[in-house]
Protein backbone atom coordinates (compact mmCIF):
# COMPACT_ATOMS: atom_id res chain seq x y z
CA UNK A 1 0.00 0.00 0.00
CA UNK A 2 1.27 3.53 -0.75
CA UNK A 3 1.19 6.34 1.45
CA UNK A 4 -0.39 8.61 -0.47
CA UNK A 5 -3.56 6.30 -0.71
CA UNK A 6 -6.39 6.34 2.04
CA UNK A 7 -7.45 9.30 3.72
CA UNK A 8 -4.84 11.58 3.74
CA UNK A 9 -2.93 11.95 0.57
CA UNK A 10 -2.32 15.23 1.25
CA UNK A 11 -0.38 14.48 4.01
CA UNK A 12 1.53 12.31 2.48
CA UNK A 13 2.48 15.02 -0.28
CA UNK A 14 3.03 17.30 2.67
CA UNK A 15 5.75 14.64 3.89
CA UNK A 16 7.31 14.28 0.71
CA UNK A 17 7.63 17.82 0.33
CA UNK A 18 9.68 18.12 3.26
CA UNK A 19 11.90 15.72 2.12
CA UNK A 20 12.77 17.51 -0.61
CA UNK A 21 12.89 21.24 1.10
CA UNK A 22 14.99 19.39 4.00
CA UNK A 23 17.53 17.67 1.59
CA UNK A 24 17.53 21.21 -0.17
CA UNK A 25 17.82 22.80 2.66
CA UNK A 26 20.98 20.58 4.33
CA UNK A 27 22.72 20.76 0.52
CA UNK A 28 22.34 24.49 0.78
CA UNK A 29 23.92 25.08 4.34
CA UNK A 30 26.97 22.65 3.33
CA UNK A 31 27.69 24.68 0.23
CA UNK A 32 27.40 27.94 2.00
CA UNK A 33 30.08 27.12 4.62
CA UNK A 34 31.81 25.67 2.28
CA UNK A 35 31.68 28.91 -0.04
CA UNK A 36 32.43 30.76 3.38
CA UNK A 37 35.55 29.16 3.99
CA UNK A 38 35.42 26.04 5.72
CA UNK A 39 35.20 22.62 3.98
CA UNK A 40 33.98 19.14 5.04
CA UNK A 41 30.95 19.89 7.61
CA UNK A 42 27.99 18.43 7.84
CA UNK A 43 24.58 20.27 8.15
CA UNK A 44 24.62 19.04 11.71
CA UNK A 45 27.69 21.04 12.01
CA UNK A 46 26.38 24.05 10.79
CA UNK A 47 23.67 24.25 12.61
CA UNK A 48 25.28 23.15 15.96
CA UNK A 49 28.00 26.34 14.94
CA UNK A 50 25.48 29.19 14.18
CA UNK A 51 23.06 27.86 17.51
CA UNK A 52 26.10 28.38 19.44
CA UNK A 53 26.94 31.85 18.17
CA UNK A 54 23.58 33.19 18.50
CA UNK A 55 23.10 35.65 20.70
CA UNK A 56 27.11 35.26 21.51
CA UNK A 57 25.82 33.19 24.63
CA UNK A 58 27.24 30.43 25.99
CA UNK A 59 25.41 27.30 25.74
CA UNK A 60 25.71 23.74 26.44
CA UNK A 61 25.27 20.02 25.09
CA UNK A 62 22.10 19.71 26.29
CA UNK A 63 20.93 23.00 25.65
CA UNK A 64 21.72 22.83 21.55
CA UNK A 65 20.55 19.36 21.56
CA UNK A 66 17.17 20.82 22.69
CA UNK A 67 16.95 23.61 20.63
CA UNK A 68 18.20 21.77 17.56
CA UNK A 69 15.46 18.80 18.33
CA UNK A 70 18.20 16.43 17.96
CA UNK A 71 17.56 13.80 20.48
CA UNK A 72 21.01 11.99 20.18
CA UNK A 73 23.05 14.04 22.16
CA UNK A 74 26.74 11.95 20.61
CA UNK A 75 25.53 13.72 17.07
CA UNK A 76 25.50 17.06 18.86
CA UNK A 77 28.69 16.48 20.77
CA UNK A 78 30.43 15.14 17.42
CA UNK A 79 29.80 18.11 16.18
CA UNK A 80 30.79 20.60 19.24
CA UNK A 81 34.29 18.27 18.78
CA UNK A 82 34.68 18.62 15.20
CA UNK A 83 33.91 22.64 15.59
CA UNK A 84 36.52 22.85 18.67
CA UNK A 85 39.10 20.89 16.86
CA UNK A 86 38.75 23.11 13.62
CA UNK A 87 39.24 25.90 16.20
CA UNK A 88 36.22 27.51 15.48
CA UNK A 89 34.43 27.36 19.29
CA UNK A 90 36.17 27.58 22.72
CA UNK A 91 35.23 25.53 25.84
CA UNK A 92 34.64 26.30 29.28
CA UNK A 93 34.47 24.16 32.33
CA UNK A 94 31.76 25.28 35.07
CA UNK A 95 31.97 22.24 38.06
CA UNK A 96 30.60 19.55 35.64
CA UNK A 97 29.09 21.64 33.15
CA UNK A 98 31.11 22.56 29.66
CA UNK A 99 30.01 25.41 27.80
CA UNK A 100 31.11 26.37 23.96
CA UNK A 101 30.77 29.46 22.73
CA UNK A 102 32.41 31.13 19.31
CA UNK A 103 35.51 32.26 19.35
CA UNK A 104 36.45 35.04 16.77
CA UNK A 105 37.39 32.31 13.72
CA UNK A 106 33.90 30.79 14.65
CA UNK A 107 32.29 34.43 14.75
CA UNK A 108 33.82 35.68 11.35
CA UNK A 109 32.85 32.36 9.40
CA UNK A 110 28.97 32.53 10.57
CA UNK A 111 29.10 36.45 9.11
CA UNK A 112 30.89 35.42 6.16
CA UNK A 113 28.10 32.77 6.05
CA UNK A 114 25.06 35.71 6.56
CA UNK A 115 26.97 37.58 3.73
CA UNK A 116 26.73 34.60 0.98
CA UNK A 117 23.15 34.26 2.43
CA UNK A 118 22.46 37.38 2.11
CA UNK A 119 23.48 38.02 -1.53
CA UNK A 120 22.55 34.39 -2.77
CA UNK A 121 19.21 33.69 -0.95
CA UNK A 122 17.76 36.49 0.60
CA UNK A 123 17.74 38.44 -2.11
CA UNK A 124 16.07 36.64 -4.27
CA UNK A 125 13.29 36.89 -2.26
CA UNK A 126 10.40 39.76 -3.10
CA UNK A 127 10.46 41.75 0.68
CA UNK A 128 6.87 42.24 -0.39
CA UNK A 129 4.01 41.76 2.89
CA UNK A 130 2.47 38.86 1.08
CA UNK A 131 5.84 36.97 0.97
CA UNK A 132 6.92 37.68 4.68
CA UNK A 133 2.94 36.86 5.82
CA UNK A 134 3.52 33.38 3.72
CA UNK A 135 6.36 32.97 4.89
CA UNK A 136 5.41 33.36 9.01
CA UNK A 137 2.59 31.24 8.37
CA UNK A 138 4.70 28.45 7.34
CA UNK A 139 7.39 28.59 10.35
CA UNK A 140 3.40 28.99 12.85
CA UNK A 141 2.67 25.76 10.56
CA UNK A 142 6.01 23.95 10.50
CA UNK A 143 5.91 24.09 14.73
CA UNK A 144 2.37 22.94 14.75
CA UNK A 145 3.15 19.98 12.79
CA UNK A 146 6.71 19.07 14.15
CA UNK A 147 4.40 18.82 17.51
CA UNK A 148 1.98 16.25 15.78
CA UNK A 149 5.33 14.12 14.40
CA UNK A 150 6.64 14.59 18.33
CA UNK A 151 3.34 13.00 19.90
CA UNK A 152 2.89 10.77 16.98
CA UNK A 153 6.44 9.56 17.48
CA UNK A 154 6.22 9.41 21.18
CA UNK A 155 3.11 7.06 20.73
CA UNK A 156 5.17 4.52 18.17
CA UNK A 157 7.58 4.19 20.76
CA UNK A 158 4.99 2.40 23.40
CA UNK A 159 3.50 0.12 20.52
Do not use: P
Not at 13 to 37: L, P
Not at 94 to 102: A, D, F, H, I, M
Not at 110 to 117: A, G, N, Q, T
Request: proline share 0%; net charge neutral.
Amino acid sequence: MHLASGRSKELSEFEFGMIIASNAFNRWMIRCISAAGMKDMTATDVLVLHHINHRAREKKLADIAFILNIEDTHVVNYSLKKLHALGLVSTERRGKEVLYSTNEAGQDLCKRYYEIREQLLVSSLTGDNTESYELEELARFLRVLSGLYEQAARSATSM
